[in-house]
C-alpha cells in the first residue's frame, strides 16, 4: 500500500518553542493532507485539510495563527504549531489521499504519528 | 461534522474468539467505511473497508458486515488473537471531500 512518512515521531520542546512537523507521501502524489489531533484515548479530531498549492482549510476551533499548514508541493505537507504551550502536547497525525489511479483516491493513508510534549 | 457512533468502548476477548465491533452513522452521502486499527503510539492503518452496494466484505479474519437501510455497519474478527490488541476506529466518508469522520474507537484486548 502507499506509504506516508511523517517526521519526528517525538519532540519534546519548551514552551514558546516553534515546531515542524513533516508529512510526506513516499510513493503516490498526495492532492490533499489532512491533519488530525488526538488526545489520549480518544478518537482523532480533524484540525485542518490542506490542498497542493492554496490555502488550507481549518476545523472550528482551531487557530490557523497557531497551527499553521503548508501544502508546498504534491508529496509533502507540513504543521507548524507555533509557539507551543503546554496545552499543545498532543499527538499529531496526517493522513494524505490521492495518487495517479483512481482507485488509489479514496483511500487515506495515515502517517505513523508525533507526540509533541511542551514543557 | 456528522457523526458515527461505535460501540462498545472496550472489548475483553479471548484467544480463538469472535470480537464485534459495531458502528452507526446518519450521514447518508457516505459511500465509503473503513476500520482503521490502532497500536498506541502509531497512526491508523486501513484494516478492510466497505462500500453501502455491497452487504458483506471479507478479508483473511476480518469481516465487515454492512446494513444500509438500519445505516449500521460492523467488523467481526474470527479466531481474535493477542496481536490483534488494539484500539479500532470505523468511519464514514462521502464521494468527493474525503474527509473522514471517526468514531470515537474500541480498545480491544484479547486475552490469552
Known amino acids: 500500500g502507499a506509504v506516508v512518512s511523517q517526521h519526528p515521531s517525538r519532540v519534546i520542546c519548551k514552551s514558546g518553542t516553534s515546531v515542524k512537523i513533516e508529512c510526506r507521501s513516499l510513493?503516490?502524489?498526495?492532492?490533499?493532507m489532512f491533519w488530525y489531533r488526538q488526545f489520549p484515548k480518544q478518537s482523532l479530531m480533524l484540525m485542518a485539510t490542506?490542498?497542493?498549492?492554496?490555502?488550507?482549510?481549518?476545523e472550528q476551533g482551531v487557530e490557523k495563527d497557531k497551527f499553521l499548514i503548508n501544502h508546498a508541493s504534491l508529496t509533502l505537507s507540513t504543521l507548524t504549531v507555533a509557539s507551543a504551550h503546554p496545552e499543545d502536547s498532543s499527538f499529531y497525525i496526517c493522513?494524505?489521499?490521492?495518487?495517479?489511479?483512481?482507485?488509489?483516491?479514496?483511500?487515506?493513508?495515515f502517517g505513523s504519528g508525533t507526540q509533541l510534549s511542551v514543557l | 461534522q456528522q457523526q458515527v457512533k461505535q460501540s462498545p468502548q472496550s472489548l475483553i476477548v479471548q484467544k480463538g474468539g469472535i470480537s464485534i465491533i459495531n458502528c452507526a452513522y446518519e450521514?447518508?452521502?457516505?459511500?465509503?467505511f473503513p476500520w482503521y486499527q490502532q497500536f498506541p503510539g502509531k497512526g491508523p492503518a486501513l484494516l478492510i473497508a466497505?462500500?453501502?452496494?455491497?452487504s458483506e466484505k471479507k478479508e483473511g479474519r476480518f469481516t465487515i458486515s454492512f446494513n444500509k437501510s438500519a445505516k449500521q455497519f460492523s467488523l467481526h474478527i474470527m479466531d481474535s488473537q493477542p496481536g490483534d490488541s488494539a484500539t479500532y476506529f470505523c468511519?464514514?466518508?462521502?464521494?468527493?471531500?474525503?474527509?473522514?469522520?471517526f468514531g470515537k474507537g474500541t480498545k480491544l484486548s484479547v486475552i490469552p
Open positions: 493522513s494524505a489521499r490521492g495518487g495517479l489511479y483512481g482507485a488509489t483516491n479514496e483511500k487515506l493513508f
Open positions: 510513493d503516490f502524489q498526495a492532492t490533499t
Open positions: 490542506s490542498n497542493e498549492g492554496s490555502k488550507a482549510t481549518y
Open positions: 450521514n447518508t452521502a457516505f459511500d465509503y
Open positions: 466497505i462500500r453501502p452496494d455491497v
Open positions: 468511519g464514514g466518508q462521502g464521494a468527493g471531500s474525503y474527509q473522514l469522520t
